[in-house]
């Protein structure tokens, strides 16, 4: 406008006129309403976690005024968790070993090899392990991997619940996820980097083992991170086919309950509100809680770091 | 033609198309190995399908789903309970969840200033509970409920509170991803005609971003409806014998029937829950060929 009026010869633009209201400067009391509720909404979520914080921290202080710390992080006794964290730490690496190598072999190839049109059939597919329930693996474990694979084809001496067979089931549960974050990792590599190695003489194989995944380390640090917060946290699985026996022991083929375990199957039976039982439903839950959000920090941090490299 | 540019075009090729001529002994294993791990798991769901249904083969009728749990009978014990009790679950996490989580999304993707450290803070917080476990969810959802003054009831109230808790990151993601897609010009032009920023979210922005934002609801909700964990922690019962009245009323749902089953040792109980486990996957594929013909059918392509 101010350059109209300052070039033209004769009356200034818009002469005559009464001068145009700033519409932003209009006061729009619903346009504010409505900011503020989306804004609380967005804020719920952090609320959320406060409360998590807030909802476990009451019972546990009430816990630890009736059981002393030192009978709960060790390794025997009716309140002792370390039992718990071992069995937790049994499936979780045993989901672990499955569900890595597969995870990142599927990611591999849906990446570096397969043409786009394949890759949009094969990743829902791979994704649709997700989908199914955990109670459903839950249940395949029992009437499956525990009698027909590993007692019949590979006759090992199990019983009917073992930290095997929830861990090998857990993996496979796992491996969407692994195989998804991961994908996206290898696939964030600029195509560049794939011409310079192809164009030295390397092969697909050697581009893909020696340059792409070296570069995406960080981004299938992540993934493998949070297939591990995945494993900590996942319930169903390790309630039906890993045991109800508190047991600290390095051999999978025997009963272990993990910390979801314990919180499932206490909290399935009678515990009066306010009661030690009750209470150390809560005290093992913040635990388990604590322990995902170091696991889940972590993952964020390093897609973090992938994601700026690029 | 030089040695450079074929061999550009040579790479650019194998990138493009996955075909590449290298026959190798090594990288034919390799090979292998990826399409070993890549269909490892295709596997292991058609076993699982396939076993789960011979087992419960025997259960396929009506009574399965018309039916009330029943110990006295286990040859003729339903899931009707159940699979109301999921349905009416489903319809209130919904409720709960969706608004709330739309609102959430819209707010953080037309509203905040994502350098101010307070909207940084409500991301990494999103991005965290979307991965805590979901049973930590159900013991929230105990004190939320304790704070109204209903303790463990196993009401369908408590239960919707669990499972909307544990679907709402979800939801917040997968709805900020879909009005992120939304072309930037399509504001502009709103904006540009004197709109305010709230009318150009809900007039254009919004109703551009709908089938994204529905196909990520129903995965969420597809989720919401498999989970016990929360459930169990929350009191649901593992079964009742009569149907949900009202948002007070004591319900049971379909995974946590499933559940209780699997525990007991009786072969027609056993029968029993697998047959229910196909009608729990049927649920879930039913809701996830929803989603997938939702995106396919109406998602824009800018």
Redesign the interface.
Known sequence: MSTISSTGAGPPFGAGLPAAPDLRKKARPLETVIRTILMVSAFLSVAITVGIIFALIRPVIDFFAEVPFGDFFATEGTHAVLPLVGGTLMTTVIALLVAVPLGLGAAMYLSEYASRRARRVLKPTVELLAGVPSVVYGFFALSFVTPTLLQDILSLEVGFTNALSAGLVLGVMVIPTVASLSEDALTAVPQSMRQGSMAMGANRMQTTLRVVLPAALSGVAAAVVLGMSRAVGETMIVTLASGNLKNLSADPREDMQTMTGFIATTAGGENAVGSTSYNELFAVGMLLFLLTLVINVISIALVRRFRQVY | MSVATS??R???R???????K?K?L??LV??G??????F???M??L??IV??AI?GSPRFDSALITEYGSRVRPESTGFRAGILGSLWLMVFTALFAVP?GI??A???EE??DGDRW?NR??E??????A??????Y???A???M?LMGF??SGIVLGGAIALA?LI??VI?ITTREAVRSVPQEIRQGSLAL?A???QTTWRQTLPSAVPGIATGTILGL??A?????PL??V?LAGSVRFDPTGVMSEITAL?MM??SL??NSQEEF?TA??AA?IV??IM??GL?ALA?YIRNKFQKTW
Request: glycine fraction near 8%.
């Open positions: 061999t550009a040579e790479v650019t194998t990138v493009s198309t996955g075909r590449s290298d190798s090594g990288s390799f090979l190995a990826l399409w070993f791990s890549l490892f798991g295709v292991v769901l076993v699982l076993d789960t087992e709330l609102a959430a819209l707010y953080l509203f905040a307070w803070l409500i990494l917080n999103l991005q965290n509970l991965a805590v476990p979901a049973i930590v159900g013991l929230l105990v004190a939320v304790a303790g463990r808790l709402l990151p917040i004197g305010t920023v709230w597809s989720r409806i498999g989970e016990a964990a169990i922690v009191g995974p499933i559940y699997t525990s056993r829950a697998s486990i729990l996957l879930i594929l996830n997938i």
